[in-house]
């Protein structure tokens, strides 16, 4: 009798549990499914999570089952070792305890669970859909012919035509389909990387490496044979690093290809980058420079001597940038010479000339001299790296020439420092820099399938407070109310990422009396940055926030290039 008034009273529980759960999801029916979401996790005292902001791969997600995944309502967003993440919906559903415990006992993962979204869960299992298809080819020789890669290029329309039509190739077509494959999806590299028993064939489109499909080792050798001779390497040597170039002739245009060879474990591993002076963004407007950022720029270029300043890590789009500035300022009036490792891309009516860093080639420091005794009105240095090279910059900047070049610092305000590290007498930065530059790229989302989404209130708090501390002097279009924010969804124009291009984020400041006292007093990079703002510099979180609200691009993408947003 006991065990039967105990059950019933179980059975209530269990009613009365459900019952309440009910009631709470209707009364948060009426909310978007993100301020939803976070009110689950406030009432299971678990932590919400936007995966709008926070980017999930694919490798990731996968190590769950789809079926189970689906059937529970559950994804894994982070894994490290036996420790994870899972993401759900509603805690308390009978189906989702049922796969954490099989996991937990079966697979040994020690899990720790976030509440998502309806919406964001479905974003995390997209990530199915781009698991790495696995195809096999009969073992051939590949060959290389301009109107077969025109062919190619013709028929792929994006990466799922791809991955189809890369099976239905015989082997010895295989390159013509990887390249043509890069640049209608318009990759700027092909990673071939050797596997113990498959070679990766991976795409980088738009600064993310996306995965395409894995080759058969046995493909491994004719593979690589064909390559090193269209790039004019030696095929008897495979256990040191070659680099060498091709062309790939299309109808209209020449693709040029650089090669990088690698020993590695399993093999040789190869990346070719894909250098089309096409695509490239040579107009300032092109960049992404705010209306303020863009006068600041204009100023700079029209001074008749200085030098300007672009910083940020290898990727960035600091070259391109330099590009825009010397076609902008490119006329028959005006001599410009360039020092580049290597030379990417061939401007018209600008000498181009290339360093390297072996013990033949040309050194930037010696080139820099030489260069200055050719009696140029504008000089581009592709890196300034050493002491010898900041020197010479400096001097030329304060002769009467301008200067454009590159550092490699975190921020802008960073710029300042390395040139004092590299030897520059404090009271010679303020007179030869006129302006100081620091970019990221960020991907530009779908116009064709990007989509409005509500976020939660918290997160409307967050980017609140980011915004009131930008200058007030600002000229940026910010919206008055923050009522919905962008998300990538993908579609066939994107290659299914939702993602299409790219812009820069910045942060820019010009040489002020008020940053020269600081310099000449070797302040911290803090109090630089500090002063910069408060003379009215946004940052390149702030940058990329406002781009992520008028929907240029997504604030997942801002956080993926610039780091934490909230903090």
Request: with cysteine; net charge neutral; glycine share 6%.
């Amino acid at each position: 009798m006991t065990q039967v008034v105990q059950q019933k009273s179980g059975e209530q529980k269990k009613q009365f549990k459900e019952k309440i759960r009910e009631e709470t999801i209707k009364r948060l029916r009426h909310k978007s499914q993100e301020e939803e979401a976070s009110a689950v996790a406030k009432k299971f005292n678990l932590p919400y999570v936007d995966l709008n902001l926070i980017p999930v791969d694919a490798e990731t997600v996968v190590a769950i089952p789809e079926e189970l995944a689906r059937q529970a309502n559950l994804a894994m967003i982070y894994k490290a070792g036996k420790k994870s993440q899972i993401a759900v919906v509603d805690p308390e559903s009978y189906e989702t305890q049922k796969a954490l415990e099989k996991l937990k006992k079966e697979e040994g993962i020690d899990w720790k669970l976030v509440v998502v979204s309806e919406g964001s869960l479905s974003k995390a299992w997209e990530n199915y859909q781009r698991a790495t298809v696995v195809e096999s080819f009969e073992s051939q020789q590949i060959s290389l012919k301009s109107k077969k890669l025109t062919e190619f290029e013709k028929g792929i329309h994006n990466i799922v035509e791809l991955k189809q039509r890369i099976t239905e190739v015989p082997t010895t077509e295989t390159l013509n389909i990887i390249i043509a494959g890069a640049i209608k999806t318009k990759a700027s590299d092909i990673h071939l990387e050797s596997a113990a028993d498959h070679i990766r064939l991976r795409y980088r489109i738009d600064g993310v490496l996306q995965d395409i499909v894995h080759f058969p080792k046995k493909i491994q050798k004719f593979a690589i044979s064909r390559i090193k001779i269209l790039s004019k390497m030696k095929l008897n040597v495979d256990n040191v690093p070659q680099d060498g170039h091709f062309a790939a002739n299309l109808e209209n245009s020449t693709i040029n290809i650089r090669v990088s060879v690698l020993p590695g474990s399993y093999g040789e591993n190869v990346v070719m980058r894909l250098l089309d002076e096409k695509a490239i963004a040579l107009n300032l407007g092109d960049l992404g420079l705010n209306q303020d950022y863009l006068e600041k720029v204009e100023k700079a270029l029209a001074e008749p001597s200085g030098m300007i300043l672009t910083t940020g890590p290898t990727g960035s789009g600091k070259t391109t940038t330099l590009y825009a500035f010397l076609t902008k300022v490119n006329s028959p009036n005006v001599k410009i010479v360039t020092l580049e490792n290597p030379v990417e891309y061939r401007l018209e009516g600008i000498s181009q000339t290339e360093v390297g860093e072996d013990e033949d080639s040309l050194k930037f420091a010696d080139g820099l001299r030489a260069i200055v005794r050719q009696d140029p009105d504008i000089i581009m240095v592709g890196e300034i790296r050493d002491s010898e090279t900041a020197e010479v910059a400096v001097q030329a900047a304060l002769t009467g020439h301008i200067v454009f070049s590159t550092l490699h610092t975190n921020d802008a305000a960073g710029a300042i420092p390395r040139m004092l590290h590299l030897g520059v007498k404090p009271s010679l930065i303020a007179p030869s820099i006129n302006l100081i530059i620091a970019q990221r790229l960020v991907r530009k989302l779908c116009e064709h399938c990007k989509e409005e989404y509500r976020p939660a209130e918290e997160t409307v708090k967050k980017i609140k407070n980011i915004i009131d501390q930008m200058p007030e002097n600002a000229k940026v279009g910010i919206p008055e109310k923050i009522e919905v924010l962008y998300r990538s969804r993908g579609c066939s124009k994107c290659n299914f990422i939702g993602y299409s291009g790219r812009v820069g984020i910045f942060e820019i400041f010009p040489m002020t009396p008020a940053i020269e006292r600081l310099i000449l007093k070797t302040a911290s990079t803090s109090d630089i940055l500090e002063t910069a703002i408060q003379e009215g510099m946004m940052t390149i979180k702030q940058d990329g926030i406002v781009k992520a609200l008028n929907g240029v691009t997504s604030l997942e993408d801002v956080r993926r290039v610039a780091g934490e947003i909230f903090i």
